[in-house]
């Protein structure tokens, strides 16, 4: 078991290099074609949306920081893993885990900072002379900047997965080394103590503090390694949270962004309505009250409606608008329709000569005419509901 274990770290080592060698020949055979390119193409000068790449380059950023931050994290694990007896006592007794050893680490950071620094011969981080202007950030960020960001923070994912694979390999090992139950649950206590960074049983002696109290004594241990991680992102957080609001104020606090939202919304329903105000009928049309529209409704009567129902609607040749009898009833949508159709009694159709609204607004003001003598009663009571 001990020769498969030292077997499948050389081979792991071994495909560690090779990736390594295959993927900065990639990034070397990369800037020498994009020089080869630049050589023969032609100059297009295309101006970015510098407040869209910035917002990009700030979550990327982001992004990347805990990309990486996780990457530590479980090359600590790993590391903490073999560290514990069951691999330095049995299985590589010959290593000295005293030292540092980052041999899985330092080839992918070194790939990203060739990368980082190679793949693009301009890096066009630039502060913005036109910074406040139409709101553009204080930052100028190139397209080619959110490129390479973004080849970074894949080469920080690989990393990441492939740590990832190790950690799970590793752990595997310490499976199928484990034939009883009760090691099964030593192995368990050995993962959470990687999680927790706590000390062994019987090595609590040397974090013993020397406060007593009714012989109790406290232990020293070191806080968890995701506790701490998640302390410093919320201080990363923090302070890029200050500098993007409160000191370069490139973002929105709570008021301008309600009171932007309030604004919005006061356009669409404002578009939304002009949209919508043709979009009337005899299905839907209601009692309008407003002045405005109901003097509009009296000039639109005087103009179509006088010559058979009367100055005031009391009736001549059409009967009178102001009583509790209707011939096709009183209610609003009756009259609409009344009004844009015609009827067969010699009610002319008025839809070629007034639209909706206008159809609307001198129904309502029929609706609210008050009571004038004129002409006898023709049809059936009506009863108005109360607006």
């Known amino acids: 078991m001990k020769k498969s274990f030292n077997n499948k770290i050389k081979t792991m080592k071994t495909k560690n290099r090779y990736a390594f060698i ?10 020498y074609g994009q020089e080869i390119a630049a050589a023969s193409e032609p100059i297009v000068n295309v101006i970015p949306n510098y407040r869209n790449n ?3 380059f700030v979550t990327l950023a982001l992004i990347a920081g805990f990309i990486m931050a996780a990457i530590f994290i479980l090359a600590g694990n790993i590391k903490s893993l073999l560290k514990t007896d069951f691999y330095r006592g049995k299985l590589m007794p010959q290593k000295d885990f005293s030292k540092k050893d980052n041999s899985n680490i330092k080839p992918l950071i070194i790939l990203a900072i060739i990368t980082v620094f190679t793949a693009n011969n301009s890096f066009a981080l630039d502060f913005n002379p036109e910074y406040g202007k139409d709101g553009l950030p204080w930052l100028r960020v190139e397209n080619a900047d ?3 960001l973004l080849g970074l923070n894949t080469l920080l994912l690989l990393a990441f997965f492939y740590l990832r694979r190790m950690f799970s390999d590793l752990l595997k090992e310490v499976g199928v080394a484990q034939e009883k139950k009760k090691e099964k649950t030593k ?3 050995k993962f959470n103590a990687i999680m927790t960074d706590a000390v062994p049983v ?3 002696a040397s974090i013993i503090m020397e406060d007593e109290y009714d012989g109790i004594r406290e232990l020293d241990n070191n806080l968890p390694p995701w506790w701490v991680a998640m302390l410093f992102a919320t ?3 923090a302070v890029v949270y200050i500098f993007h609001y409160h000191i370069f104020r490139t973002g929105d606090l709570q008021i301008a962004e309600y009171t932007k939202s309030v604004e919005k919304s006061d356009a669409d329903i404002k578009e939304y309505r002009s949209k919508m105000s043709m979009n009337v009928d005899e299905t839907n049309a209601t009692v309008m009250t407003s002045d405005n529209d109901l003097s509009t409704g009296k000039t639109l009567f005087q103009n179509n409606c006088v010559v058979c129902h009367g100055e005031k609607g009391e009736g ?4 009178n ?3 509790d009898y209707w011939i096709y009833t009183g209610d609003i949508k009756a009259i609409f329709k009344t009004i844009k159709l015609g009827t067969a009694n010699g009610m002319p159709e008025h839809a070629s000569k007034l639209n909706p609204i206008q159809t609307q607004q001198i129904s309502s003001y029929i609706w609210h005419l008050p009571f004038a003598k004129g002409k006898d009663p023709q049809g059936d009571k009506y009863e108005k509901e109360k607006i």
């Open 22 to 31: 295959v993927l900065v020949l990639l990034s070397f055979g990369s800037v």
């Open 321 to 323: 608008l102001t009583d």
């Open 187 to 189: 192995s368990i206590s």
């Open 235 to 237: 201080m990363i957080f």
């Open 54 to 56: 910035y917002k990009l």
């Open 146 to 148: 959110l490129i390479l």
């Open 316 to 319: 001549d040749i059409g009967p």
């Open 202 to 204: 019987e090595k609590e």
